[in-house]
Structures are given as structure tokens and as C-alpha cells.
């Protein structure tokens, strides 16, 4: 049994910060990449953003240069440090961890609030 949960969403003024955590416990096999994913009303998820065993990360086109991924993959836990938030960005973040031999599983999710 694998859980994930997240952490530290809520609500934010447009331009303003929020930092998100995710910790994995459980069994678990070798981690291949945690991520970072969002469910806004009506619309489809989405990737925000991924880091993998590598250390390699990447970023959805709407993010990129004001989000950053971190994580400690043997420790299976990642940060998602959010920046001069938009009302676009309001949505329910969800994290995602993948095994290197497979398996994936998701957190409840965290609400993420933006007002104009």
C-alpha cells in the first residue's frame, strides 16, 4: 500500500507565492519521477511539472520560469514551488509517483485558490 499526501495548498492574491509538498510512504519500489499535476473545473489534467530519478525536470508551457519541481527521490518526497501566481492557476494539484519497475499511484490532491 502506497500514500501519498500533499500539503500546502490554499488561497492566494494574483502575483502572490505558494510552496506545495508531497511524501510518499508505503512499499515502494525504486522511484522513477514524481510529479506534479492539476484538475481545474471542466477541464482535463494537466502536467505542471516532473523530476526524475536523473534529476532532470520539466515544466508545462503555462508554468515554466515561475514554478520550480524539487524532490529527494530516495527519500520519495517533492516540493513544487509556485510564484507570481495567476487566477489561471487555480485548480486542484495532485502529485504523482513513478516506479522505475512500474506501478503509479496519486495523492488526494491539494485545492490551490488565486484571486484577481
Known amino acids: 500500500q502506497v500514500q501519498l499526501v500533499e500539503s500546502g495548498g490554499g488561497w492566494v492574491q494574483s502575483g502572490g507565492s505558494l510552496r506545495l509538498s508531497c511524501v510518499a510512504s508505503g512499499n515502494f519500489n525504486k522511484t522513477y519521477s514524481m510529479s506534479w499535476h492539476r484538475e481545474a473545473p471542466g477541464k482535463l489534467r494537466e502536467l505542471v511539472a516532473i523530476i526524475t530519478m536523473m534529476g532532470a525536470t520539466d515544466y508545462g508551457v503555462s508554468v515554466k520560469d515561475r514554478f520550480t519541481i524539487s524532490g529527494d527521490l530516495e527519500k520519495n518526497t517533492s516540493d513544487l514551488q509556485m510564484n507570481n501566481l495567476k487566477p489561471e492557476d487555480t485548480a486542484v494539484y495532485y502529485c504523482?509517483?513513478?516506479?522505475?519497475?512500474?506501478?503509479?499511484?496519486w495523492g488526494q490532491g491539494t485545492q490551490v485558490t488565486v484571486s484577481s
Open positions: 504523482k509517483i513513478q516506479g522505475l519497475y512500474g506501478g503509479a499511484y
